[in-house]
């Protein structure tokens, strides 16, 4: 016949002196303790831990233990629902035998392979930031690509200033009574804005250049 209480009590004593610092009995009737789990220190230093809770059945270890986690530190909840399904798996394959030390070394190991992942899911993320600060640069680099249409609008919006200067010029001028102009010479202003883009190249004085200058101004405030 098996002696349920001692088998209890001599892994009690086991697990004491395995773990020192870490194991605290809570109550003998029914037997209940508690265990805590650290990882190994990551890259960084850091590490993710809980703490275990198990209770001795009546008839362990041909019954299972009860067992549930009472607290943790770094964890998320997928984390923790991976830990609660490896204990399930761990208990069910180790009926019949002795399971605690068992079971914490389960945990210890899956404890570890958490940390490995951060340090993955931190060098991915590292990656990630690089490529797209290369990305960034790329652009900042290239600017804008000229085309017909960027071209067009840009051209529209030189014309209309440059317009507008010209307006303003000759109102200043008529009112110190100089040139004053009649309505026909302003419309054959306002049609002289209207020629050919490569005669407009030429009269700007080197456009293109000024057209690259205002893609990098409109660059720098988007």
């Known amino acids: 016949m098996t002696?349920?209480?001692e088998e209890q009590r001599n892994e009690l004593e086991a697990l004491e002196s395995i773990y020192p610092d870490s194991f605290t009995v809570l109550s003998e009737n029914p037997t209940t303790f508690t265990i805590?789990?650290?990882s190994e220190a990551g890259?960084?230093?850091e590490t993710v831990q809980t703490t275990l809770k198990f209770t001795y059945r009546e008839k362990y270890p041909d019954e299972t233990p009860l067992y549930e986690i009472v607290s943790q530190e770094n964890l998320d909840d997928n984390d923790v629902t991976d830990i609660i399904k490896l204990l399930e798996q761990q208990v069910e394959e180790n009926l019949g035998m002795v399971m605690i030390f068992t079971l914490v070394s389960a945990?210890?190991?899956k404890l570890n392979e958490i940390v490995d992942q951060?340090?993955?899911r931190r060098e991915e993320e590292k990656k990630q930031k690089e490529r797209e600060a290369e990305e960034e640069e790329k652009q900042r680099f290239h600017g804008t690509p000229?085309?017909?249409?960027?071209f067009l609008n840009w051209k529209a919006k030189f014309d209309a200033e440059l317009l507008e200067i010209k307006r303003k010029k000759m109102k200043e001028e008529e009112q110190a009574g100089k040139?004053?102009?009649s309505g026909k010479q302003l419309f054959e202003m306002d049609h002289n804005l209207d020629t050919s883009d490569i005669q407009f190249l030429e009269e700007a004085g080197n456009s293109v250049e000024t057209f690259l200058n205002w893609l990098c101004h409109q660059d720098g405030h988007t």
Request: hydrophobic share 25%; glycine share 4%.
């Open 118 to 120: 951060i340090k993955t």
């Open 3 to 5: 002696d349920y209480s």
């Open 36 to 38: 805590t789990v650290t």
């Open 107 to 109: 945990v210890q190991e």
């Open 43 to 45: 890259e960084n230093g």
């Open 146 to 150: 000229v085309t017909i249409e960027n």
């Open 179 to 181: 040139n004053k102009l």
